[in-house]
């Protein structure tokens, strides 16, 4: 199989026309079907209907076609790496957070312009497991529930991957002024079942799936009614501001980075029960960039956090 037969059977079922192919190949309608009759050939199949007004794809024509022309696509991407500057990478995973995001962003902004490209992949623990193991990114920021580490570190040592943790946070929900919790200071389990949320896809490790382990088993007979699932931080956002519906997550926050008019409320009992740490690959040398990137996470918004616990202040006006 030859490149030159991907590249006219494709030009062919765009144009639906073997002469039409041929002159955006420059070259001649016979080179072009004779190329595709030698793809017939060897892979045994039909791919063309031929019929007085040109021709259209066969059953198996569909099935190449979506492959013919990824491959054509990859070459052409490899063609072009060819001559180019090559850029440092700087491969961050991370569960959906606004405040995360924008401390990439403020990090981005200070690494040498033109020097490093920059990847941020938002994702489920299953997916960002994924990532890293992959080797899509260099590490995947999660939060875990306290219940969950000891299948969580036999997950990982089966990928050959590590978790450290970083810190421990609070249970909380995130409310607006729309929400009848939005006054309080702190709220109990008791008052979580006339509440309707909003929370992120279902996974093994999210929060919802977990809140019988949290708060000394206070959760357990605590029927939570989730009404919208989402993978979108628009959505959630937009829904928690513009409903009366909560979000039950990690409290993670620095009032400094204030944008959406946004409340988190401590769930009584619920202190420190999630991990935040990052997942990485076993015996990896860090990049400094990722390194620096952390400490910036434990300076701008754990330090934060575990200063608001000893002084027993609880940000009424705090933002996601």
Same mark, same amino acid.
């Given at each position: 199989?030859?490149?030159?037969?991907?590249?006219?059977?494709?030009?062919?079922?765009?144009?639906?026309?073997?002469?039409?192919a041929a002159e955006?190949?420059?070259?001649?309608?016979?080179?072009?079907?004779?190329?595709?009759?030698?793809?017939?050939?060897?892979?045994?199949?039909?791919?063309?209907?031929?019929?007085?007004?040109?021709?259209?794809?066969?059953?198996?024509?569909?099935?190449?076609?979506?492959?013919?022309?990824?491959?054509?696509?990859?070459?052409?991407?490899?063609?072009?790496?060819?001559?180019?500057?090559?850029?440092?990478?700087?491969?961050?995973?991370?569960?959906?957070?606004?405040?995360?995001?924008?401390?990439?962003?403020?990090?981005?902004?200070?690494?040498?312009?033109?020097?490093?490209?920059?990847?941020?992949?938002?994702?489920?623990?299953?997916? *960002?497991?994924?990532?890293?193991?992959? =080797?899509?990114?260099? !590490? $995947? &920021?999660?939060?875990?529930?306290? @219940?969950?580490? %000891? #299948?969580?570190?036999?997950?990982?040592?089966g990928k050959n991957?590590?978790?450290?943790?970083?810190?421990?946070?609070?249970?909380?929900?995130?409310?607006?002024?729309?929400?009848?919790?939005?006054?309080?200071?702190?709220?109990?389990?008791?008052?979580?079942?006339?509440?309707?949320?909003?929370?992120?896809?279902?996974?093994?490790?999210?929060?919802?799936?977990?809140?019988?382990?949290?708060?000394?088993?206070?959760?357990?007979?605590?029927?939570?009614?989730?009404?919208?699932?989402?993978?979108?931080?628009?959505?959630? *956002?937009?829904?928690?501001?513009?409903? =009366?519906?909560?979000? !039950? $997550? &990690?409290?993670?926050?620095?009032? @400094?980075?204030? %944008? #959406?008019?946004?409340?988190?409320?401590?769930?009584?009992?619920?202190?420190?029960?999630?991990?935040?740490?990052?997942?990485?690959?076993?015996?990896?040398?860090?990049?400094?960039?990722?390194?620096?990137?952390?400490?910036?996470?434990?300076?701008?918004?754990?330090?934060?956090?575990?200063?608001?616990?000893?002084?027993?202040?609880?940000?009424?006006?705090?933002?996601?």
């Amino acid at each position: 199989m030859e490149f030159r037969q991907l590249e006219c059977f494709v030009r062919t079922a765009d144009f639906g026309s073997t002469c039409r192919a041929a002159e955006s190949l420059h070259t001649s309608q016979s080179s072009v079907s004779k190329h595709i009759s030698a793809l017939e050939r060897e892979l045994e199949i039909t791919l063309f209907v031929r019929t007085n007004r040109g021709v259209r794809l066969t059953p198996d024509g569909h099935e190449l076609y979506d492959h013919a022309r990824r491959i054509l696509q990859n070459a052409r991407m490899m063609q072009t790496m060819s001559g180019k500057k090559r850029h440092q990478k700087f491969r961050i995973a991370c569960y959906a957070s606004a405040m995360i995001s924008r401390l990439f962003c403020d990090y981005y902004m200070t690494l040498p312009q033109g020097e490093y490209k920059g990847i941020f992949l938002e994702g489920t623990v299953e997916e *960002i497991i994924d990532y890293v193991h992959n =080797d899509i990114t260099e !590490i $995947g &920021i999660v939060f875990l529930p306290e @219940n969950k580490h %000891k #299948y969580f570190e036999r997950l990982l040592a089966g990928k050959n991957l590590d978790f450290v943790e970083i810190s421990r946070h609070d249970l909380c929900i995130y409310a607006s002024e729309k929400s009848p919790l939005y006054n309080k200071s702190i709220v109990h389990f008791s008052e979580l079942e006339n509440i309707r949320f909003i929370q992120r896809v279902d996974g093994f490790f999210s929060v919802e799936n977990n809140l019988g382990g949290y708060g000394q088993d206070l959760f357990a007979d605590v029927q939570i009614n989730k009404v919208i699932t989402t993978n979108s931080d628009n959505q959630l *956002i937009e829904t928690i501001l513009n409903t =009366d519906l909560c979000n !039950i $997550g &990690i409290r993670l926050i620095n009032s @400094n980075y204030r %944008k #959406y008019a946004i409340k988190d409320i401590p769930i009584a009992g619920c202190n420190g029960c999630l991990s935040l740490g990052y997942i990485r690959r076993n015996k990896s040398t860090m990049s400094p960039e990722v390194g620096n990137f952390l400490k910036r996470i434990v300076e701008n918004l754990c330090a934060v956090q575990h200063g608001q616990r000893r002084g027993h202040k609880h940000n009424q006006h705090s933002f996601l």
